[in-house]
């Protein structure tokens, strides 16, 4: 058997079906825009999921750059991956907390975890014990999400016996926001209550509740460090409010077919589009791999320069359809480009009609798209 080798089964990411641009100075401005909202605190980011699924290889340097110093990533892999990306000088701490016998990777690795119950401070106090070494962690205190996080119970049990620290340097208290999205929502006032609380009944540290919302909830809500996520990647972090962040993605993909329907056809697995007269539609080569929801099916909207033109039939694996009956004829070709996320279609609409978030839909997007990041200017 004949193996073609790497290089000649390559295509350049410019000519894929379908194309995921990054621009890496969108990114690095909003990072100074959401530094210079919180003034005096730090800015930190979070590039958990490969950096929300955008690419963390390229982003984490760019943040870098622009002046970030403090990392959040969710698992310890994703921590070591971050380190050998960005100098030893950044922190950076593991959202997920502690793996139990990874301790010494942590300390190669240099990663801080943050401890979510009890149980992990116990651990982690028994290691630095046992190891004659101090070892140094945040620690997460449930306000209201539920999720993860020590409750107040166990904060009371910490500030009776201080000693359950013993061993271990803390370098933040942090809580995270249920409803930071909703300016108004009672939580983010009862959250912030609860924080400051269980604040007074820890040893001081850099104090961290706000994620990219939370930041525009008012400077009463930065403490010492924020924590966005999403709004570094262009997403509109005050919904129903102009979008005070610089769009970051784009998604486009290529016309791979073009056909004319003349009859009462359908289209697609199904056949659950069926056509009451003749129509043109196009085959875009993006599908559900590539991580266009199946549940656009019937159901979403791609923009051509600055129409929008209906998904019609099911979103296949590799494909989609669409119909392109409204644009004036011959001017859109096999080739032609669709947007699936850009300017003309924000990340927000797209999310909505496929009854998702922004975040879902960055996170899954394929492995098969092609690449570009455009350079930070
Ligand atoms: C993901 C996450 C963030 C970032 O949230 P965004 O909404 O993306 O800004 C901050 N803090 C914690 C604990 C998180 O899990």
Sequence with gaps: MRLHTKATVQVNNEDRGAILTVDLGAIAKNYETLRSKVGESECAAVVKANAYGLGVEQIAPVLWQAGCRVFFVATFEEGAQLRHLIPEAAEIAVLNGLVPNAIQDYNKANLVPVLNDLA???????????????????????TGMNRLGLDAKSVNIISENPKKLAGIDICGVMSHLACAEEQHHPYNAMQQNRFKNALSLLPASRASLANSSGVFLGSHYHFDMVRPGIALYGVNPTPGQLNPMREAVSIKARALQIRNIDSSQTVGYGATHRFSSPR????????????LPHSLSNNGHVAIKDKSVPIIGRVSMDTC?????????????????????GQTRPLESLAQEANTIPYEILTRLGPRLGHIYLPRQ
């Design 280 to 291: 043109i539609i196009a085959t875009i080569s993006i599908g559900y791999a590539d991580g």
């Design 120 to 142: 992990e401070i116990e651990n982690l106090s028994a290691i630095a014990k046992r190891t004659e070494r101090n070892q140094t962690a945040m620690i997460h205190c449930d």
């Design 321 to 341: 359809s669409i119909d392109i009956s409204s644009l004036p004829s011959d001017s859109f070709k096999v080739g032609d480009t669709v947007t699936i996320v």
